[in-house]
């Protein structure tokens, strides 16, 4: 098993930057991919981007990059979202995923192990 916990979210204003945390527990050997997904109210469940966990590669969904950037720190077991520029539509929870196979996809459904989620509001 392995357990995911998301840390860093709050409330900021819109132009702010802020860095949110996973924090991977378990069988992290089993881990491939680690993922970034978010849920704005009344509104799917969007892939925002992830990180192979072996070798550090990254892929964003495509109205995420430039803004937004994946880290991982192996030695700690913690992966990261820097996002920058914050505007109001990125106000979501945004959960941590992970799964065994080392494609970095953008559907939830591949993924085994969530966390619990960390709300971001951004305000104008």
């Known amino acids: 098993q392995v357990q995911l916990a998301e840390s860093g979210g709050g409330l900021v204003q819109a132009g702010d930057s802020l860095r949110v945390s996973c924090a991977v527990s378990?069988?992290?050997?089993?881990?491939?991919?680690v993922a970034w997904f978010r849920q704005a109210p009344g509104q799917e469940r969007e892939f925002v981007g992830g990180?192979?966990?072996?070798?550090?590669?990254?892929r964003y969904a495509e109205s995420m990059k430039g803004r937004f950037t994946i880290s991982r720190v192996n030695t700690k077991n913690t992966m990261y979202l820097q996002m920058t520029s914050l505007k109001l539509e990125d106000t979501a929870v945004y959960s941590c995923?992970?799964?065994?196979?080392?494609?970095?996809?953008?559907?939830?459904?591949?993924?085994?192990?969530w966390g619990q989620g960390t709300q971001v509001t951004v305000s104008s």
């Open positions: 995923a992970a799964k065994e196979e080392h494609s970095i996809l953008p559907v939830s459904e591949d993924y085994n192990y």
């Open positions: 378990g069988r992290t050997a089993s881990i491939g991919v």
């Open positions: 990180i192979r966990w072996i070798d550090g590669v990254t």
